[in-house]
């Protein structure tokens, strides 16, 4: 039991006890009066006349005995009286210990402690009344308890005062009333019941405790489950609980109702969060946040009803929703038409045109954003938002600051997608990937000098082009098993073909390494590892790294290639031409060898303009000590405009299509023992 508690219970049984000892004392006075007066009333008639019937001696002797006796009952009686009066003393000076307990209590408790006639005014105020509201006792005395409380409360506090009058025990309940300086408190109250003898309620005992704080906390941690802690935003919960309730909306009224979720994605966040730290970056992911709120109208908030003024203000805030990392929604609610939505949409984009000032750095931002109208297929909130996460991605794949619309195409495509990720973790489990080989072939002397190792993946139906799943692979993380899988068997292979077609120099296997991992931190320890157990000299493996990976950072990608290059390994830069293309910053990368994009060679025996790029590229980076691979090779004429322009390795078609490790062996015994060029073949 609280303090508060037993302040309760003595304001409780301080008046009965008062009662009860005031009924014993009266009991008292009265049987101690009464007494009195018979004893007196017996000595004063044992004087009278009458009473003499025998001699006077013998009279006065039993006259002495009976005043012997009436002494003694006077004696006792007053005994017991005296015994009684020090009893009524103890029982009243614990009466005024309780009451200075309570008033000790009272006035040192929290919680505020109020004592109320049945007409609502106050008897008597705790001191925290005013520690609590404000307000001074003689201001309390002079207003009724009621008028304070908020009058949306004010009934229920009615309500629960009558039920404590009749079963002299109220339920607990929390009500908001007015501080002196006009702002809200909350309270939570419990009322009692004192009675008088005939067990009818007099008064009302209150104690209330303030807890504007815990529900201040509490309504924090029911915001804090709702919302993004690093924006303020809505979390992904609450978008999707406000769109299924547009959903519900748009059922009732189908024909005039329309909505609209856009899927907004920040291009190349992370290269900004890697680059400049993830403080920088949710610096700047509060300032987008900040920025897409102010982009939107107050038509695209959710319509919903609005119980006050605060709630108005807060409707833009429902409309905009952080997903996670760099990802926001938008609920564009009943819209008129389907251009409601693209026109929000290039409004957002103009919005983050603008330069981001983060930590003193100036930074220029895009977005890529999917649109999905709801249809009538279209039945979960969870639905819709994929929809227009289909259509952002869409966006990205067509070059990224632009606005995709879903359509049923895309989820088409999305579902195909599934289904291959789906097939592509079966496929590693039953080991349907194979690996293919296509030669690399020197220009001056028509011999193969190695060769490139590529993933097939041979499906009972036939073989998937690698174009098909290679992206997937790699955007699932997939593609690091199954490129540790191709290394470790052409490494095999390739110590297979020295021992079977020895060479001075040896042959040289080509791997590519995907942009997933390059970006893993143990990619060296993990190719050191593979060679160590295949027993293959690091000279003989080339790792090619495609242009806009070892561009993108140049400082970063400089580090990963140095870790490489210290295996032994010779590194190479794929598909040049396709990206950057800036053959100065190559300089600052450990590289040894350089592959110009079929793009270029494919055209360079019908386009001058091509073939100029194609002599140049050979040129500069020969001035760089760099071996040139011209990949995508098909014609003869193209071969021989390579010859002329000094190109030392080509690939493609023409010598041979990618095959598996039985034809390469033929061709190579054909390459090597028949002396044959595959130039002149």
């Known amino acids: 039991m609280n303090q508060t508690e037993e302040g309760l219970r003595i304001a409780q049984m301080g008046p009965i006890e008062a009662r009860r000892i005031d009924g014993r004392e009266w009991w008292l006075w009265g049987f101690a009066v009464t007494v009195t007066l018979v004893l007196t009333f017996g000595i004063v008639a044992l004087t009278f006349p009458a009473f003499r019937t025998q001699e006077d001696s013998a009279y006065w002797s039993d006259l002495r005995e009976w005043v012997r006796g009436l002494a003694a009952l006077v004696l006792l009686f007053d005994i017991y009286t005296i015994y009684q009066r020090l009893q009524l003393q103890r029982i009243r000076r614990q009466l005024a210990e309780r009451d200075q307990l309570f008033q000790l209590i009272s006035e040192n408790a929290a919680d505020m402690i109020a004592v109320v006639d049945t007409e609502g005014h106050r008897l008597y105020n705790s001191p925290a009344y005013e520690k609590v509201l404000g307000y001074s006792p003689e201001e309390l005395k002079t207003t009724s308890s009621i008028e304070q409380i908020h009058a949306s409360d004010r009934?229920?506090?009615?309500?629960?005062?009558?039920?404590?009058?009749?079963?002299?025990?109220?339920?607990?309940?929390?009500?908001?009333?007015?501080?002196?300086?006009?702002?809200?408190?909350?309270?939570?109250?419990?009322?009692?019941?004192?009675?008088?003898?005939?067990?009818?309620?007099?008064?009302?005992?209150?104690?209330?405790?303030?807890?504007?704080?815990?529900?201040?906390?509490?309504?924090?941690?029911?915001?804090?489950?709702?919302?993004?802690?690093?924006?303020?935003?809505?979390?992904?919960?609450?978008?999707?609980?406000?769109?299924?309730?547009?959903?519900?909306?748009?059922?009732?009224?189908?024909?005039?109702?329309?909505?609209?979720?856009?899927?907004?994605?920040?291009?190349?966040?992370?290269?900004?969060?890697?680059?400049?730290?993830?403080?920088?970056?949710?610096?700047?992911?509060?300032?987008?946040?900040?920025?897409?709120?102010?982009?939107?109208?107050?038509?695209?908030?959710?319509?919903?009803?609005?119980?006050?003024?605060?709630?108005?203000?807060?409707?833009?805030?429902?409309?905009?929703?952080?997903?996670?990392?760099?990802?926001?929604?938008?609920?564009?609610?009943?819209?008129?038409?389907?251009?409601?939505?693209?026109?929000?949409?290039?409004?957002?984009?103009?919005?983050?045109?603008a330069p981001f000032q983060v930590n003193g750095q100036e930074m220029v931002i895009s977005a890529s954003i999917g649109m999905a109208l709801r249809t009538a297929a279209c039945n979960q909130a969870e639905d819709l938002l994929r929809d227009a996460e289909i259509a952002m991605y869409r966006a990205k794949r067509a070059g990224k600051a632009c606005c995709e619309v879903f359509d049923a195409a895309m989820h088409s495509s999305a579902v195909n997608r599934l289904r291959l990720e789906t097939d592509l973790r079966k496929a590693l489990e039953l080991g349907e990937f194979r690996v293919y080989y296509q030669p690399i072939v020197s220009l001056r002397s028509g011999k193969i000098t190695g060769f490139e190792a590529l993933s097939r993946w041979q499906r009972p139906e036939g073989l998937v082009p690698p174009s098909e799943f290679i992206p997937v692979a790699d955007e699932t993380g997939l593609i690091l098993s199954i490129n540790r899988s191709l290394l470790r068997e052409a490494c095999l292979q390739l110590r297979s073909w020295h021992a079977q077609f020895p060479s001075d120099p040896p042959l040289a296997m080509s791997v590519n390494i995907t942009p997933k991992q390059f970006a893993q931190p143990e990619l060296a320890s993990e190719i050191g590892l593979i060679l160590k157990q295949t027993e293959m000299a690091p000279s003989n493996l080339q790792l090619e790294i495609v242009e806009t990976i070892a561009m993108r950072d140049a400082e970063m990608a400089g580090g990963v290639l140095t870790e490489l290059k210290a295996l032994g390994v010779r590194l190479s830069v794929d598909d040049f031409g396709t990206g950057y293309s800036s053959l100065s910053r190559l300089q600052r990368l450990p590289i040894d060898t350089l592959k110009i994009d079929r793009t270029f060679i494919s055209k360079m025996d019908v386009d001058a303009e091509t073939r100029e790029i194609v002599r140049t590229v050979i040129m500069l980076a020969h001035n760089l000590d760099l071996t040139v691979v011209a990949e995508g090779t098909e014609t003869k004429e193209q071969v021989e405009q390579l010859k002329e322009f000094d190109c030392e390795l080509a690939q493609g078609y023409f010598f041979s299509r990618p095959a598996d490790a039985t034809a390469m062996s033929e061709l190579l015994a054909s390459s090597c023992h028949a002396g044959v060029s595959l130039i002149d073949r």
């Open 155 to 353: 009934q229920r506090v009615l309500e629960a005062a009558e039920k404590a009058r009749r079963t002299g025990r109220g339920e607990r309940l929390e009500y908001r009333i007015r501080h002196k300086d006009g702002s809200w408190r909350i309270l939570e109250s419990t009322a009692s019941a004192i009675r008088n003898e005939k067990g009818e309620t007099t008064r009302l005992v209150i104690v209330n405790r303030d807890i504007t704080e815990r529900k201040r906390a509490e309504e924090m941690l029911a915001h804090n489950a709702l919302h993004d802690g690093l924006t303020s935003l809505p979390n992904r919960a609450l978008f999707l609980d406000r769109l299924q309730h547009a959903f519900a909306r748009s059922e009732r009224h189908p024909t005039s109702y329309k909505l609209a979720v856009l899927f907004i994605d920040v291009d190349e966040f992370k290269v900004y969060n890697d680059s400049l730290g993830h403080v920088a970056g949710d610096e700047l992911l509060i300032q987008i946040g900040q920025r897409l709120t102010s982009s939107l109208r107050g038509v695209d908030t959710i319509s919903r009803q609005v119980e006050s003024k605060d709630a108005v203000g807060s409707m833009a805030g429902d409309t905009l929703a952080r997903l996670g990392g760099d990802e926001f929604a938008v609920l564009l609610d009943d819209i008129q038409d389907p251009s409601d939505g693209i026109r929000v949409a290039d409004r957002i984009q103009e919005k983050l045109k």
